[in-house]
């Protein structure tokens, strides 16, 4: 990591998922202090145990319940399952205050993955938005990777399409993106959400067409 | 073109503009008869004058009003700009009957182009169907296309991705895309649309940060 970057505490709220782990295994290695949150703190440490044996001695992983997780946090990222994101969103309101908050949810309808359905705030990302409030910068990113891909090595073949609210907000999470392996860009305000979530069912559906896990997309005509 | 799909005789709404131009220029080259609608008949001589001089002698090119040219057509094409789309199709809602529309509006907002801004119906496309009612299936796509590199020969580096009312509607335009030059993917439902016409504000906003015309989109991981 280039030196003049800052090593962050990132929080993973719901941390002991595939997404969560995921970003967790790209983020320690790059250098940041990854704090794994769950709602039981004995389910953290087993999740921090086994990322523990796939990363380089040192590395740094702690294992909290996710408001103390989110306490200790520079940045905060949000990895549960849409039908937990309001309750956990309500549950952390006061520890989320001040700080960003990455919301990679995707409110997929369990029953047709395949057909974009948002929230009436207009996507997931909007939704975390109006519970949170303004003492809150939301920002949506990552929905679009394949996360079995994230805890292998090479590189991934997806871009990260990043928007929220506050440009500055948007570029610490760029270089987040970045730091994950990944090429990221910056899309605009949170109200274009509802593109980045909802070409995950888009995805999905080509991936069931291919029959394929690793559908994903690249931003073209642009020098990287 | 592969010989045994069929010439089809596309009407071009509103084909006097620079999308209407660019798709015309690009079918007439792969054999299919295009009649460009205007709501004034001189003006769509006008374009069939200008692109006839493009294109190789033989091309069918016809001129007609909207309404003609969308009554003798097998498959209209609407690229009209966002602020006469429900007028136009109020209009020709008689003549579309029994047809397919291909809907390549993106209702941006003037004043505000790089945020996603959808009507009440959720996206262009699903307007139109509302309007159009059953008896025409709507199709989105061709949104994310540079429209000034259509009138160049060389090839576009940005896929279509094509959702609407109907797996065989969509299919037919899929050869459509593929007769254009083009790679098309199959994005499902109508209810997908927002996605689509909602990329091109997030398109709009990394041309204008890295000052290019030519952002698209390529979906990875599935072998072509």
Aim: hydrophobic share 40%.
């Amino acid at each position: 990591m280039d030196s003049s970057r800052k090593i962050m505490k990132i929080a993973i709220i719901g941390g002991t998922g595939k997404e969560g782990r995921g970003l967790a295994y790209r983020w320690a290695q790059a250098g940041h202090h990854i704090l794994i949150g769950s709602r039981m703190r004995e389910k953290a440490q087993s999740a921090v145990d086994d990322l523990k044996t796939l990363l380089p001695e040192g590395s740094l992983l702690e294992a909290l319940e996710n408001s103390a997780a989110v306490e200790k946090c520079d940045i905060a990222v949000l990895t549960v399952p849409y039908s937990a994101h309001r309750e956990t969103l309500d549950l952390l309101k006061e520890n989320l205050k001040g700080k960003i908050l990455i919301d990679v949810t995707v409110p997929l309808n369990p029953t047709k993955v395949t057909r974009v359905s948002m929230p009436k705030e207009g996507s997931a990302a909007q939704e975390a938005q109006a519970i949170l409030g303004e003492d809150t910068s939301v920002v949506a990113a990552f929905q679009n990777i394949s996360y079995e891909n994230l805890m292998k090595n090479s590189p991934l073949d997806c871009d990260v399409l990043v928007c929220g609210s506050g440009k500055e907000a948007r570029q610490i999470v760029l270089s987040l993106v970045e730091d994950a392996g990944l090429i990221g860009w910056d899309a605009g305000v949170i109200n274009n959400a509802v593109v980045v979530e909802g070409l995950t069912s888009i995805l999905i559906g080509l991936n069931i067409q291919h029959k394929v896990y690793s559908a994903g997309i690249r931003i073209t005509g642009i020098n990287r």
